[in-house]
C-alpha cells in the first residue's frame, strides 16, 4: 500500500540530492511531499511546501527572512511553519514518514520538526554530524528518531553520495512499509497499560514483575532507565497512555540533581502523580551516580556535591562506563527531592524499600553496598514525606523474584 512521506530539505542548496531521494522513494511506490525549509534564494525546483508557504504557517515573510542576520530566529519560524504545514498532514492521517539529510543546521532543524510528531511515525535523519557527541543526544530527543551517519558531506551527486541517499530511502521506505504509525500507542488506551522502568541492575527483579503483570491482564511497557527513555515515559504518561506505573528503578531524580550521565530531566517522578495515578517506586538506582568516562573524575571535574572519584566505591564496567556510589550528605538530598515531588501526588503512591540492598550492586560482597548509606535516605524520606505516601519496608534484596513478588501485590492493591 502507499504510503505517504515528507522529504525536509533545503532546495537552494541541496536540491539535486532532494530530488534524487524523491526519485527513489517514488520508485518503492510511495507519495513524497516535498517541504522546502530553505531561506536562501528562490528556486526552480517545484516544492508540494515551498519556502514562502512555510514561512508564512511560521508566521513570518520570506523575502524578510532571507535578509535576516539572526539565524536562530529565522530557523525558529521555519521550524514552526514546517511543524504546522507536516502535522495538518497527520492530522488528515496522510503522514507516515518524514526524512531529511544535511549537516548541523539541517539536521538540529530536521530532527527539531520530527520531535514535534508521535511515536511510530517513521522518522530517518541522514547526516553529516550524527557523531558529534555534543550534538546527538539533542538531535535525537526522547523520540523514536534513525540517525545515519553519512560521513561524507552530503554535497552533490558522487558515488559515495547515492549510496548513502540510497540507503537512507531504504531505511525510510522499509520502516513506513513494515511500521503501523501513531495508532500502535492509540489502540492500546483500551488496555490496562502499565510503565516500567529498568536496567541492567534491577534486570531480575523488573523482569519478574512485568511477567506476573501479564499473567494478570496487564500490557506492560518497559523503560530502560537511562535518562531518555525515562523521559519518553514521563511524556508518554502525560499524553494518557497509561493506567498505572511501576518505578523500579527512579534513579532520573538523583541523576538529574547531581549531573550524572542518566539524568532524566526536571519533571521525573511528577507527571504520574499530576495525573492520580497509583504508583509503586523503589529506591533502585539511587545507590549509585552514573559518572563515566574515568577521566571526568582524575581531571578533577566536580562532579556533584562533595568528592571526586578517588574517594568514592566505584562500579566499572569498562572506562566509560561508571557508577560511583552516592555518600549519605547526597542521599539526604535525594530524599528530600523525592519527597517534594511524591507530596504533589494525586493518586496512591507506595514505596518500598528493599533492606537488603538497592541493586545488584548494592548487596552484601558486590562493590556499592553500603547500608548505613541506604538508612541515611530511608530516614530522610520518612521525615519529610507526606502521610499519604504509603512506606513499606521489606528484609529483601531488590533484585530478586522475592521483591518482584512484593512488588506486584503492592501494585494490585493500590490498582484494585
Not at 539535486?16 to 511506490?29: D, P, T, V
Not at 539572526?70 to 504546522?84: F, L, N, R
Not at 536496567?199 to 527483579?205: M, N, V
Not at 555518600?327 to 527531592?337: F, Q, R, T, Y
Request: with cysteine.
Amino acid at each position: 500500500m502507499s504510503k505517504s512521506i515528507v522529504i525536509i530539505t533545503s532546495l537552494d542548496t541541496k536540491g539535486e540530492e532532494a530530488l534524487f531521494l524523491k526519485c527513489l522513494i517514488e520508485s518503492r511506490g510511495h507519495r513524497v511531499v516535498l517541504t522546502d525549509i530553505g531561506t536562501g534564494a528562490e528556486t526552480s525546483i517545484k516544492a508540494d511546501y515551498t519556502s514562502k508557504e512555510v514561512a508564512k504557517a511560521g508566521g513570518g515573510d520570506i523575502q524578510v527572512i532571507r535578509k535576516m542576520k539572526d539565524t536562530e530566529k529565522a530557523s525558529g519560524i521555519m521550524i514552526k511553519g514546517a511543524v504546522k504545514k507536516i502535522r495538518s498532514l497527520l492530522e488528515k492521517s496522510e503522514l507516515d514518514g518524514i526524512i531529511s539529510f544535511g549537516g548541523g543546521s539541517n539536521t538540529t532543524v530536521a530532527t527539531t520538526i520530527m520531535k514535534s510528531l508521535p511515536f511510530g511515525i517513521a522518522k530517518v535523519m541522514l547526516s553529516s554530524t550524527a557523531s558529534i557527541p555534543a550534538y546527538a543526544g539533542e538531535y535525537f530527543g526522547r523520540k523514536d528518531i534513525a540517525i545515519l551517519h553519512s560521513v561524507v558531506d552530503i554535497a552533490g551527486l558522487n558515488p559515495l553520495v547515492r549510496d548513502v541517499l540510497q540507503r537512507a530511502a531504504g531505511m525510510v521506505c522499509g520502516m513506513v512499509e513494515m511500521g503501523e504509525g501513531p495508532s500502535v500507542l492509540s489502540r492500546e488506551k483500551k488496555e490496562d497499560l502499565i510503565a516500567l522502568t529498568e536496567f541492567k541492575f534491577s534486570e531480575k527483579c523488573s523482569s519478574h514483575a512485568r511477567h506476573l503483570l501479564e499473567e494478570r491482564g496487564f500490557r506492560v511497557i518497559p523503560f530502560h532507565a537511562q535518562g531518555i527513555s525515562d523521559r519518553a515515559m514521563e511524556e508518554l504518561i502525560e499524553e494518557g497512555f497509561f493506567h498505572g506505573v511501576v518505578d523500579i528503578v527512579p534513579a532520573g531524580v538523583s541523576e538529574e540533581l547531581f549531573g550524572g550521565n542518566r539524568a532524566a530531566g526536571p519533571r521525573r517522578l511528577e507527571i504520574a502523580g499530576k495525573m492520580g495515578l497509583p504508583q509503586i517506586i523503589t529506591p533502585c538506582g539511587f545507590d549509585m551516580i552514573s559518572c563515566g568516562p574515568i577521566e571526568r573524575g582524575e581531571k578533577g571535574d566536580p562532579l556533584w556535591i562533595s568528592r571526586d572519584l578517588k574517594n568514592r566505591k566505584l562500579f566499572i564496567a569498562d572506562s566509560f562506563r561508571v557508577a560511583a556510589r552516592t555518600i549519605p550528605e547526597e542521599l539526604k538530598l535525594v530524599a528530600g527531592e523525592v519527597a517534594r515531588k511524591l507530596n504533589m501526588a494525586k493518586g496512591p503512591v507506595t514505596f518500598l524499600i528493599p533492606q537488603k540492598g538497592w541493586s545488584q550492586l548494592d548487596e552484601e560482597g558486590m562493590p556499592l553496598y553500603d547500608p548505613n548509606a541506604d538508612k541515611v535516605f530511608v530516614e530522610e524520606l520518612k521525615k519529610l514525606v507526606d502521610p499519604k505516601i504509603r512506606i513499606v519496608e521489606l528484609a529483601l534484596q531488590l533484585n530478586t523474584k522475592e521483591f518482584a513478588e512484593m512488588v506486584v501485590k503492592y501494585f494490585l492493591s493500590m490498582y484494585e
